[in-house]
């Protein structure tokens, strides 16, 4: 036997104990989280430093704080996710307990990510704890020395067999995947999302998969390109332009390029000073693999900005690309690096279709005063997600699900969507043996009067809570009605 089935088998085993089903355990387990996070901020810290050559404010800027930020809003409304939702009945299932009940999947593979390592690999973990499930935790071999703190230190806060780290690399991965999980949630390349799909189809074990893609951003020539460019600028470049959501390419009118190549220029001069090599907030390129990917896709396009390198430290500088085309080497993949092209289109409409001619996005970002230009590419486009005159935001806001469309991912994550994506939501409808002469129009012999009765019945929606409030206003109204009657006596 596997250590990975061996640590599967371990999983479930302490799953199937029912452990996990009270609340108070899924608090407990989240409060050691945080604890972990809160009591291990340098090591963690010192890893991503190691790793992606990270500052220790920017680890706990995009890292640490908004799994803390989860974590707190799982504990505080867990009650309320995890009860009986009731919902709309008709008039046939009227006197019945009709609701939907959430209860865990089971036992949950968690696959994260090397771009950010804690973030990705943890959030799920979180919903996957609040939901009752076990899980299996996969950090990335590629982020080395974040997986060797999170296997060395989160057993020490997090239940061992319920919480186990799994590392190593694609053979130790592939392991893991022969075995039945009930559910795996994958963050990283479609490539792999393709793999990890398969693999999950042979148990018919559902998915959730992060991935990425090249999410435009389109620049109205009218809007304010100074505030515009800023933005873009720290969306693009922060982790060294290694984020799923960070703007791959800009689509702008021929007329503002030169404007929008300066004010970027000016923007990575006050970000990253005259020389970012140097500078302790802009990181480096993961490993020499994908030093040597990312600049690879430079060839053939014109440097507007930037282009500096050093392959010794795997560093690569903040750099513009203009008068790029969709046959260039840099438009055929995902960049995830610091280089930002620049294509030329006549406006609005032909960005649009210039984004509906390719793979859905994970995000469209637009910048525009014009409401209603906003307005027709979130009606005229798909994506994971639409942000306008700001970049990546829209990943802190817990009540947005976080997730892709078509290539860019399936399923969705954050606050309560964690949750509901790592928990059955179980349809339960508990009826009373009596009134049977209601119930007799659907047993045989089936006649037109029963149809008819059954017509009624099933089809006239009943909102029970709007109900019980207009008996509420007629109980008061009838309450007033006698008040003002003996008043005026």
């Known amino acids: 036997m596997s250590r990975e089935q061996t640590v599967v088998q371990r999983a479930r085993k302490s799953f199937q104990t029912g452990k996990t089903k009270p609340l108070e355990y899924r608090i407990h387990q989240l409060k050691s989280l945080l604890r972990f996070i809160s009591e291990r901020r340098r090591d963690i810290a010192d890893a991503v430093k190691r790793d992606l050559g990270k500052s220790e404010h920017g680890t706990e800027l995009f890292e640490t704080l908004g799994l803390e930020g989860e974590i707190k809003l799982a504990i505080e409304n867990l009650a309320e996710w995890a009860a009986p939702r009731p919902v709309q009945k008709n008039l046939l299932t009227i006197a019945d307990e009709v609701y939907v009940q959430p209860e865990p999947l ?22 996957a704890i609040a939901a009752g499930n076990a899980g299996i935790i ?8 974040s997986a060797k703190v999170m296997e060395e230190l989160l057993p020490l806060y997090l239940d061992k067999d319920l919480y186990p780290v ?46 990425g893609g090249k999410s435009p951003c389109y620049i109205d020539k ?8 800023r933005r873009i600028t720290w969306g693009k470049f922060v982790n060294c332009g290694q984020t799923c959501i ?49 600049m690879a896709l430079m060839e053939g396009s014109t440097v507007a900005v930037g282009g500096d390198s050093d392959e010794s430290q795997c560093y690569i500088a903040p750099t513009v690309l203009k008068d790029v085309t969709s046959e260039s080497k840099v438009m055929k993949e995902e960049i995830f690096g610091p280089l930002l092209p620049i294509i030329t289109v006549s406006g609005v409409e032909e960005a649009i279709q ?22 027709r590419v979130i009606a005229e486009t798909s994506s994971g997600a639409l942000l ?29 969507h964690s949750f509901d994506q790592l928990s059955h939501l179980r349809s339960c409808l508990i ?21 008819g009765w059954a017509r009624f019945l099933l089809l006239k929606q009943v909102n029970v809570g709007r109900l019980r409030n207009v008996a509420l206003l007629a109980i008061l109204a009838g309450l007033a009605a006698f008040i003002v009657q003996r008043f005026l006596r």
């Open 106 to 127: 089971g036992v949950v593979l968690i696959i994260g990510a090397w771009n950010y390592p804690w973030a990705v690999t943890l959030q799920p973990l979180v919903g």
């Open 138 to 145: 996969k950090p990335s071999e590629v982020s080395s020395h």
């Open 166 to 211: 799994v590392t190593g690399g694609v053979s130790e991965t592939q392991e893991l995947l022969k075995q039945r999980f009930d559910h795996i949630f994958y963050t990283g390349s479609s490539t792999v999302g393709k793999l990890v799909m398969e693999a999950a189809a042979k148990h018919l074990t559902p998915v959730t998969l992060e991935l």
């Open 222 to 229: 009218n809007c304010d390109i100074s505030v515009a460019c």
């Open 246 to 294: 960070a703007p791959d390419y800009i689509l702008c009118e021929s007329s503002i390029q030169s404007q929008v190549v300066e004010e970027i220029k000016k923007c990575i001069k006050e970000f990253y000073t005259d020389n970012p090599k140097s500078f302790e907030d802009y990181g480096r390129i993961i490993n020499q693999r994908h030093y040597k990917r990312v």
């Open 354 to 375: 210039f984004i509906n001619e390719r793979e859905k996005p994970l995000v469209v970002y637009v910048f525009s005063h014009d409401n209603k230009l906003i307005k």
């Open 388 to 416: 306008a005159n700001d970049c990546l935001v829209h990943f802190t806001v817990s009540a947005l699900p976080f997730g892709g469309v078509g290539n860019s991912g399936m399923g969705c994550y954050h606050g309560q």
């Open 431 to 451: 009826k009373q043996l009596k009134m049977e002469g209601v119930n007799s129009m659907r047993y045989p012999p089936h006649t037109a009067k029963k149809l």
